[in-house]
């Protein structure tokens, strides 16, 4: 069975930085697709990056250059470095997994993912 827990979210400034970590259990393989998603209240969620099987990261533009994918297969976790966070990043954060491959950005949605941690909260204040 597949498990995802997300830690690390907080209350920062602006400008401040934040390192989340999910960790994962139930992959057999690393052949898996990770990512992160965020919802803001009263906003669809949306993706904010992705790593592939090879380590490739992609990132959607809002936090591109601000923001860090990683991961690590022998510990099975999956880190986001949020640098130069702005108040618009306030979001609750989810670890999203799937065993197939990842989509292109233009494919980047929620209904990718079938596996999902139960979020972590990010509050940027100005």
């Known amino acids: 069975q597949v498990q995802l827990v997300e830690s690390g979210g907080g209350s920062v400034q602006a400008g401040g930085s934040l390192r989340l970590s999910c960790a994962t259990s139930?992959?057999?393989?690393?052949?898996?697709?990770m990512a992160w998603f965020r919802q803001a209240p009263g906003k669809e969620r949306e993706g904010v990056a992705l790593?592939?099987?090879?380590?490739?990261?992609q990132y959607v533009d809002s936090v591109k250059g601000r923001f860090t994918i990683s991961k690590d297969n022998a510990q099975h976790t999956l880190d986001l470095q949020m640098n130069g966070l702005k108040p618009e990043d306030t979001a609750m954060y989810y670890c999203?997994?799937?065993?197939?491959?990842?989509?292109?950005?233009?494919?980047?949605?929620?209904?990718?993912?079938?596996?999902w941690g139960p979020g972590t909260q990010v509050t940027v204040s100005s």
């Open positions: 790593i592939y099987e090879n380590d490739f990261a």
């Open positions: 139930g992959f057999t393989s690393s052949s898996v697709c």
């Open positions: 999203a997994a799937d065993r197939g491959g990842c989509p292109s950005l233009l494919y980047f949605k929620d209904n990718w993912f079938p596996n």
